[in-house]
Every structure is written in C-alpha cells, then in structure tokens.
C-alpha cells in the first residue's frame, strides 16, 4: 500500500501551511542540515489547526476522532513547555540566595575558603582542609599576626573532600599562645605529585552587602566580601 499522497492532497496541505503562515520542515541535505526551521512550536501547532479547520471540505468535515487525537496533541505540546518553563524557574530558585536568607547569617559564624582565623573563645581555632583529589600527606601550617608558626599538624593520609582539623591554642611544647588573628596555609600530596588543597576557616558575619540588581554579599571578619554559595557549614 503506497503511501504517497495525491497531487491534490499536497497542493491542499501546502494551501494549510501557507494560511498558517508556518514554513514546512525540508528534509535536511548536507548542504542544508544545519539551515532552516525542522520542528513546529506550540503557536505553529495552534496556527495549523486553526487553518486545517477553516480550509476543510464542507462535505468531508474533519473526523471527531482525528480532532480529538490533534487536541491531545496540542495539551501535550503545552503541557511540556509548561513544565519546561517551571523547572527552569526551578533551576534558577536553587542557584540564587534570597535578600532573607542572605541576612539569616548576620551573627552567626561559618566555614568557607580563607586563611585568615580568629581565636574562639575557649582558646585555638577549628578549620578544614578541601582536597581536589586523596593524599598521602596533609598538613596545615598554623602562623601568629608576627608571622611565626606556632604550630604544625599533620593530617596524614586523607580522601578527596573535606578533612577537619582543630587547634587547642597552645605551641608545640604545650604553652598557650594568645597572638592572633592566625594564618592558616595548607600543602597536600599523593606521594610525589602535589594536590591541590585550600584551606577553610570559621569566621563571623558581621554584615550583608544587598545591592539592587546583584546577589547579596556577605562581610565576613578577617575575609571580607563573601558569596553566600561558597559558604561550606553555618554554626
């Protein structure tokens, strides 16, 4: 069974598309693979049918089945660009910070990539280290305002993420050191090959820069100006 349509079929399915004012895909040569228009949207789609219904035979009237068949069509075309719409508003909800959420860590301390640590109030500093890749070998250098280590930690063999570390204030020969705020620089490596690592520390917010027009901007003691999305932990 052929099915090729009739001369007089195409010239009045090409009378439809003319009406509609929409351009009938062409199949697609390597000369013109990357050209021209090769789907229909949803106005394209409401365009056809409205002209299929007025160039209609009067004798021969569109079939209900067909008709209904087209309108389910039609919902879905709508259905999936409405979807399509909401989880791109979705997507762009969880990539931004929100003005109130942004002022919710005014007051509160929270962990980010910095070098800059200052003392808590029982004495020491609490950080991390974020490794790209596992090592064999992490360290963290801990120096005073003057420059001077006061302490070494070696964290050892660690996976690729986060590795906690914490120091209880006091040098390597168990004397307290109160000569901040302290630098905090880290080195990691997988045997002879260097990973990259950056060190993270527990900082304050004191305030949130909200200008119109961009995301807000938190000002962190010792670190400054802050994104919101590069914040690791909130206490």
């Not at 040098?171 to 880290?186: A, F, I, L, Q, S």
């Amino acid at each position: 069974m052929s099915t090729a349509i009739s001369a007089t079929d195409k010239a009045a399915q090409d009378a439809i598309y003319a009406a509609a004012g929409v351009a009938q895909a062409q199949p697609k040569t390597n000369a013109t693979a990357t050209t021209g228009k090769s789907t229909l949207g949803q106005k394209d789609f409401v365009r056809l049918m409205t002209a299929q219904l007025q160039y209609q035979d009067p004798f021969n009237p569109q079939d209900n089945t067909q008709m209904v068949a087209q309108m389910a069509t039609f919902s879905q075309v709508a259905g999936i660009s409405e979807m399509s719409s909401t989880l791109a508003g979705i997507a762009n909800r969880l990539g931004t910070t929100t003005s109130s959420e942004a002022m919710s860590f005014v007051g509160r301390t929270v962990l980010t990539e910095g070098k800059t640590a200052y003392e808590r109030t029982s004495g020491g500093i609490m950080g991390g280290v974020e490794l790209a890749n596992s090592a064999t070998d992490v360290s963290v250098t801990i120096t005073d305002k003057n420059g001077l280590t006061v302490k070494d930690i070696q964290l050892g063999k660690q996976e690729a993420g986060t590795v906690d570390f914490t120091w209880d204030g006091k040098d390597g020969e168990g004397n307290k050191v109160e000569n901040g705020p302290y630098t905090v620089t880290v080195e990691a490596a997988n045997g002879s090959t260097i990973v990259e690592a950056k060190p993270l520390v527990w900082a304050p917010v004191e305030t949130v820069s909200l200008s119109a027009g961009s995301e807000p901007v938190l000002n962190v003691t010792g670190l400054g100006k802050v994104d919101p999305a590069a914040v690791r932990k909130v206490a």
